[in-house]
């Protein structure tokens, strides 16, 4: 609504455009950090690319939904819902990378402030350098995608620790109840 009709009239003149790169095989797929992208760089073809793709929005928009609803500190979900974002869907262009700042700050302060998990500030070093570097870290002939590898394993690591802080809350809240009683 800001930008006024036009801007809205374009996207959905182009969108077809958009899902016809979806489903075909010579995609920009190095420039792509997405699931979808990765299966198809390594030739897994267009079906398994749509299944793998569809289990990881699921899993991510049941992990967030779970966590945002117990309780878990604002950082923590925060972290998860960006995260989510930048996994969730199957066009997504290594300049949308730039919302990686957003966890990688929370998570960051939020390890100086309790303590780091094991392999975390590797993770966010990983995490950091992923814009610049999320596909030629490989050498030339290897296929391995490593923008979703690096997303998955943040998210993964920020489910792990807002668990872990929803847990120590819970029984935080048992222990003052049982003294009171």
Do not use: C
């Amino acid at each position: 609504m800001v930008f006024g009709w036009t801007v809205w009239a374009a996207f959905w003149h182009h969108l077809p455009d958009a899902l016809t790169l979806l489903g075909n095989d010579t995609g920009p797929w190095q420039k792509m950090p997405s699931v979808y992208a990765a299966v198809m760089s390594m030739g897994g073809g267009v079906p398994l690319a749509w299944m793998l793709q569809a289990a990881v929005m699921l899993s991510v928009t049941a992990a967030v939904t779970w966590v945002w609803f117990r309780g878990a500190s604002p950082p923590m979900r925060n972290s998860l819902l960006v995260l989510g974002l930048l996994l969730f869907p199957p066009y997504i262009f290594n300049y949308d990378l730039a919302m990686l700042a957003l966890p990688l700050a929370w998570l960051g302060w939020e390890g100086y402030r309790t303590r780091y998990l094991i392999g975390e500030p590797i993770l966010l070093t990983l995490g950091w350098l992923l814009p610049l570097f999320f596909l030629p870290l490989l050498p030339t002939g290897i296929r391995l995608p490593v923008g979703p590898l690096v997303l998955g394993a943040l998210f993964i690591f920020t489910l792990s620790r807002a668990i872990k802080s929803t847990k120590v809350s819970i029984s935080t809240d048992l222990g003052e109840t049982r003294s009171l009683l």
